[in-house]
């Protein structure tokens, strides 16, 4: 009988419980050292997130990966910011697989691939081979099609024609923009060394891939890439890496890549080695130290607008009126946020009578010149306003009228960064992409939350520089970068735009 992918990723799962349950088990315990049932414990701790009644099973692939994205601090000694991502990504595909959606042969062996990293960071190694049998019969995932006959073996294409890139599409076709960040993953996780020796190719002499702020070998990411997508490895010599051949292939799928032999500042930037990291902030149009010589739009590579938690502020002008209050969202924040707002609301001068979306009930500066990419960010992506009134609150949610700044000294110690958290793994996303003012309690709290220990990358983008008009000119740009990032429009970021990495 010929296995489907619905049935691999069956399997998979009932494997990855096997393995991940007892480290979950082990993990919330110590977290727990009262003694009990952590379980127990955890759902009368937050009745708005898990039922009271309801039966959680360690045998239940999806809770434990609930439990290994919501409750990170438990395992953030025990998982590095990839390997939780790995978690948030299953997390996801454990969603579709509940549901009975289909699994193209390509998500089933990302699927796979990412449970076996997994499951190999928990030390779960004989669950980690049973899921890599299952992937390695998909190295080429085509189409769920009948076994082939006894004997014969899966047709191998051949090396992509040297030196034209339009003869090596066809080659390429199945290598994703997800493929090559999955490959520059690798290459964090190993080190180029390593990462280099173990897939068998050597530095590059002239083509860098840039990818947030860091540059790699560009041929051999590529490559790599190519066995993520097929399962198929192939060697150095099999391909070109110019820019008719790796360089050309990695641009074509929206990636920037810089010949170091182009000037001799390339040539000085290539000499510090693809391992180099730029760190600090970029700013647009100044003349910057040789470690930070990124633009604003080259620090966001890897940042998609649509599968990125959005985070903005809320703004002093405020929309009046509104509609009237419907009952209250079951789907709302947890108790503790939902206590502590009305606390801080009761000082507010808030009206609750009438509610608007949040981003509607917003009219500052900011909020009129990031228009129309906000309304399309709403509704096609992830969007969250810090908000002095309601703490944190997502774009669409109704929310009454109020005055009040953000004073960090109004919520408990941890409640929001929390909540920025827990909405970027509600989202199912692994980037962040904020915008505020440099210096304000809005960007205090987006620099102490603990993103990376969260798996979460997250980028600040503010404004520099402006020395008239502050007040009204930093708000204004901020809003313009909005749109520019939104709408991916490379040249459109206005002066002073500053990308930071938040930690």
């Not at 296995?3 to 088990?25: E, H, I, K, S, W």
């Not at 045998?59 to 953030?76: G, I, N, Q, S």
């Not at 962040?432 to 440099?438: D, E, I, K, L, P």
């Not at 909005?482 to 930690?503: C, K």
Request: glycine share 10%.
């Amino acid at each position: 009988m010929v296995m489907t992918n619905r049935d691999r990723v069956d399997r998979a799962m009932a494997c990855l419980a096997q393995g991940l349950g007892p480290f979950v088990d082990r993990q919330m315990a110590a977290a727990f050292p009262a003694g009990g049932d952590w379980v127990q414990t955890l759902v009368a701790r937050n009745p708005s997130r898990y039922r009271a009644g309801h039966q959680y099973s360690l045998a239940d692939p999806r809770f434990l990966l609930r439990v290994v994205t919501e409750e990170w601090r438990a395992f953030r000694d025990h998982l590095s910011r990839l390997e939780q991502g790995y978690a948030t990504e299953l997390k996801n595909a454990g969603n579709k697989w509940a549901h009975g959606d289909p699994f193209s042969a390509d998500d089933t062996y990302r699927t796979l691939d990412t449970m076996e990293r997994l499951l190999n960071a928990i030390g779960a190694p004989a669950q980690a081979s049973e899921v890599r049998n299952l992937r390695l019969d998909l190295q080429q995932p085509a189409t769920e099609a009948a076994a082939p006959s006894p004997g014969t073996h899966p047709a191998r294409p051949g090396p992509p024609a040297r030196e034209q890139l339009g003869q090596t599409t066809g080659f390429w076709s199945r290598v994703t923009h997800t493929d090559v960040v999955r490959a520059i993953e690798d290459y964090d996780r190993l080190g180029q060394e390593r990462f280099l020796a173990e897939h068998g190719f050597g530095r590059a002499t002239a083509y860098l891939l840039i990818y947030q702020g860091r540059s790699y070998d560009s041929k051999a990411i590529l490559g790599v890439a190519y066995k993520i997508a097929t399962g198929v490895r192939i060697g150095a010599h099999e391909f070109s890496g110019g820019i008719y051949g790796a360089a050309g292939v990695l641009r074509k799928l929206g990636f920037e890549v810089r010949n170091t032999r182009d000037s001799a500042a390339q040539q000085m930037d290539g000499e510090s080695g693809p391992d180099t990291l730029a760190k600090g902030r970029v700013t647009r149009g100044a003349a910057l130290a040789h470690s930070s010589s990124q633009s604003p739009v080259g620090s966001l590579d890897g940042i998609i607008p649509g599968r990125s938690l959005l985070v903005l502020t809320c703004s002093g002008r405020k929309q009046p009126g509104g509609h009237p209050a419907p009952p209250a969202d079951d789907l709302t924040w947890p108790q503790d946020l939902r206590d502590a707002r009305s606390r801080v609301l009761a000082t507010a001068q808030a009206d609750t009578t009438y509610l608007l979306p949040a981003w509607r009930r917003y009219t500052g500066t900011f909020y009129q010149h990031a228009q129309p990419a906000l309304a399309q960010a709403v509704t096609t992506g992830h969007v969250v306003i810090i908000s002095g009134g309601y703490g944190i609150a997502r774009a669409g949610e109704p929310i009454g009228w109020y005055d009040k700044a953000l004073q960090l000294t109004d919520w408990p110690a941890g409640l929001l960064e929390s909540a920025l958290i827990s909405e970027a793994h509600r989202c199912g996303t692994q980037t962040v992409a904020a915008f505020a003012s440099a210096t304000t309690d809005y960007t205090r709290l987006l620099r102490r939350t603990p993103w990376q220990q969260a798996g979460i990358d997250a980028r600040l983008v503010t404004i520099t520089g402006v020395t008239g008009g502050a007040m009204s000119e930093v708000p204004r740009r901020l809003g313009q970068a909005f749109s520019a990032f939104w709408n991916r429009q490379h040249d459109s970021y206005p002066p002073g735009t500053t990308v930071e990495l938040l930690q």
